[in-house]
């Protein structure tokens, strides 16, 4: 069973306790790049790209590494998988992240 | 069939003989009186090249399971083998082996737990694990010792049970006590056991990941999946004694049964004691008493429904226990019975007699008095209490 099948069936709903893998041993890892657990967030962060100044501290602190580090190193956010904790708003010096609800 | 020599050898001794036959791949383990004999004759076959094996001296019983749990991943043949405090300490990773279900053999020498430290006979140490999802069998003698580790390795590697085994012998009882003892050869234990094959080993090119996390929306389907494991163990379980018993000439059964098909009054019990029992019986039956002795070798998973079977006809029960459930209806394995009677619609009287702890002795004319009480119950129709703790000085 692919990565993607698994993922899928699970959220879903689609399945059985027959057609779940035994133990839940997991083939065809890694599956967490399938699951998109950025669907956990209530709120969302927003970056102000007109006051960001480089400094990198969120995609530092970020604790699910969903702060994308571009090659001019500005930074954007990755909604696959920002839990929406908000800690990239609190160590952002300049206060250029905010967050909205979603 | 091949022809082997009758030796003389003590329980832990038989046990590492089987682990070794049985061509374990790694031992991993932590010295813990009673047992320590098993692992140190196989830390020796070890050393002097008799056993193609890792052995690992781990640095607690805690690790030593986990190791266990590691290598069977990989997709070793693994054993360990602890008691009392050791296989508590052990208690977090037993739930873990079996709900990955990990193929291995544990041999659990029964000690009791501590307070008051105590080294000697109980099975108070294996109750607590006896809700995990492994199979526990037990041993009647050294010989039932030896074979049972066989068997285990069987059952815990079929494909369609995957679960860790546990074979349990009464402290020095049986791992201290000399017995006689019929090996099968090692070219019959080869073919009994050929080298494991493992379709979920952990493999560079395929890789998979094990114990992983599972949350509300999964967690029960994969405990269902144990429960059917476990409950398919039960069902193929005569299969391998079968074929073990082509091997050795010796047949296995969920249990020991003596004399209780036309019984009157049946005692039950595990472990050792079902000899001592059974000498009684014996000596009670040429006395014109009916009774009978049933002694468990399959624990878990409970064979409810062979058990019932053998208890047709019997108009009384007294099951003992060398464990006891503290502040519940009685020691385990009459909890068990007593609900297998009810949901099977046998209103017979059982009682319950709790003894041996700590290694208290179990005598002859003691085995005879329970089941004269046994037959008692059956004359009177019920018992005058529902537990009795045997030989407390009150
Ligand atoms: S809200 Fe939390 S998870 Fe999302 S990007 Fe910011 S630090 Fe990362
Ligand atoms: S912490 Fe603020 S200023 Fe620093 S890179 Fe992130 S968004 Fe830009």
Not at chain 2, 166 to 172: E, I, K, P, Y
Not at chain 2, 254 to 265: G, L, P, V, W
């Amino acid at each position: 069973m692919s990565a993607r099948k698994l993922v899928d069936d699970v959220l879903k709903g689609r399945f059985t306790y027959k057609t779940l893998p035994i133990a839940a041993a997991i083939p065809n890892p890694p599956t967490s790049l399938e699951n998109k657990t950025g669907m956990w967030r209530v709120q969302e962060p927003v970056i102000d790209q007109s006051k960001c100044i480089k400094c990198l501290l969120c995609w530092t602190y970020c604790p699910d590494a969903s702060i994308k580090r571009r090659d001019d190193d500005g930074v954007e956010v990755d909604y696959d998988y920002c839990k929406g904790c908000g800690i990239c708003m609190t160590v952002c010096p300049v206060k250029a992240i905010s967050m909205r609800e979603v | 069939m091949a022809q082997v020599q009758r030796i003389a050898i003590m329980g832990d001794e038989a046990v590492a003989l089987a682990v070794k036959q049985a061509k374990v791949d790694l031992v991993a383990a932590y010295p813990i009186t009673p047992q320590t004999i098993i692992v140190e004759r196989l830390s020796e076959y070890v050393a002097d090249g008799e056993l193609d094996a890792a052995f690992i001296q781990a640095e607690s019983e805690h690790s030593a399971l986990s190791i266990c749990v590691g290598a069977a991943l990989a997709g070793a043949r693994v054993f360990t083998s602890t008691c009392s405090q050791g296989l508590a300490l052990m208690h977090e990773i037993v739930y873990a082996a079996s709900s990955m279900r990990i193929p291995m053999v544990m041999t659990i020498v029964n000690r009791s737990l501590n307070a008051p430290l105590n080294i000697h006979c109980e099975h108070g140490d294996v109750m607590p694990e006896r809700d995990s999802g492994w199979v526990h069998l037990f041993a009647a003698n050294v010989q039932e010792a030896y074979d049972l580790t066989f068997i285990a390795f069987k059952l815990s590697e079929r494909e369609d049970v995957m679960l860790p085994v546990s074979v349990n012998l009464d402290a020095f009882i049986l791992s201290h006590s000399i017995e006689s003892l019929i090996p099968i050869s090692d070219e019959d234990a080869a073919r009994f056991l050929p080298p494991r094959e493992y379709k979920l080993a952990l493999d560079f090119d395929n890789p998979i990941t094990h114990g992983t996390m599972a949350l509300p929306d999964t967690y029960m389907e994969f405990k269902m999946q144990l429960k059917e494991a476990v409950e398919r163990a039960k069902s193929v379980y005569p299969e391998i004694v079968e074929e073990y018993a082509r091997i050795s000439g010796r047949k296995y059964w969920y249990f020991n049964s003596y004399m209780a098909d036309d019984a009157d009054a049946v005692v039950m019990v595990l472990g050792s004691t079902y000899g001592t029992l059974k000498t009684a019986a014996r000596e009670l039956r040429e006395k014109g008493l009916k009774v009978g002795v049933i002694g468990l070798t399959m624990f878990r998973p409970f064979p409810e429904e062979q058990l019932v079977d053998a208890l047709k006809g019997v108009r009384a029960v007294v099951v003992m226990d060398r464990a006891y459930g503290y502040g519940g209806l009685g020691g385990q394995l009459y909890t068990d019975v007593v609900g297998a009677l009810y949901r099977n619609g046998i209103r017979i009287p059982a009682k319950n007699v709790v003894f041996g702890l700590g290694g208290r002795d179990f005598k002859l004319d003691e085995a005879e008095a329970i089941l004269k009480m046994a037959a008692k119950g059956a004359r009177d129709g019920g018992f005058d209490t529902h537990v009795q703790w045997w030989g407390v000085r009150a």
